[in-house]
């Protein structure tokens, strides 16, 4: 499944989910950064129905909003890596932590997406939002993500993204550890071969339409772009 951001409204109505996700307000978690709730409610609703004992794991995990948002909703095994896990996520999972009759609510550790310490189909879900456009080499990444997915299981891909490709060399803010472009909006064609590389791996599309866009919602880094999430399953 591919879903492209195509405008404000779309945001609003991301958020009008997130809020109408029962009437307990401690189970409400938002995104720190309000256009990311866009993503936010794909994976509340991807997540919504599935047993409560599935394992998850947070690729990407900086700031700690998709692993608080799968506490709250009663998820019992969720996880998180990154390259770095600094003292506000730490603090985070103490602070749920004491709340939680001391038991951590989530495991976090300091990993690259492309090589993790997980055992082999491990996880029944993978959460990716907002770092393969941060210098992830995408074979590495996908190869491991196949790797450590159940059979039946899901991963879920965010980035940025616009049709044509945009240069991105001259931006103010890059971020990114391994050598090479530290940002990039993805193009039209690069997300295809992101695709046919995921179907090497046996990751599929769940459905294969891709839908056109007009609009640059995403105005950052003095670029205009907008974002796009793939869902692929494990066969």
């Not at 456009?133 to 491991?144: G, P, S």
Request: with cysteine.
């Amino acid at each position: 499944m591919i879903k492209i951001l195509q405008n404000w409204r779309e945001i609003g109505d991301a958020i009008g989910y997130l809020n109408s996700l029962g009437d307990n307000k401690l189970t409400r978690i938002y995104h720190t950064n309000p256009v990311k709730n866009w993503d936010m409610a794909q994976i509340a609703s991807i997540l919504r129905n599935k047993p409560k004992n599935i394992k998850i794991l947070d690729m990407g995990c900086g700031g700690s909003s998709v692993l608080r948002f799968c506490f709250k909703n009663k998820f019992k095994y969720i996880y998180g890596i990154d390259l770095t896990i600094d003292f506000h996520d730490r603090w985070q999972q103490l602070m749920y932590w004491k709340n939680n009759n001391y038991r951590l609510p989530y495991h976090l550790s300091v990993q690259s997406v492309t090589k993790t310490n997980f055992k082999n189909h491990f996880f029944d879900i993978l959460i990716c939002l907002s770092v393969i456009e941060h210098n992830v080499i995408l074979e590495k990444f996908i190869c491991e993500s196949s790797r450590i997915l159940k059979k039946g299981g899901y991963l879920y891909v965010s980035t940025d993204y616009w049709e044509n490709k945009i240069n991105t060399f001259d931006s103010p803010v890059n971020y990114g550890i391994e050598p090479g472009k530290d940002w990039s909006i993805f193009s039209k064609q690069e997300i295809k071969n992101f695709i046919l590389i995921a179907g090497n791996y046996g990751l599929e599309l769940v459905k294969k339409e891709f839908p056109q866009v007009k609009q640059q919602v995403i105005n950052w880094n003095s670029k205009n772009y907008t974002f796009i999430s793939i869902l692929f399953i494990k066969k």
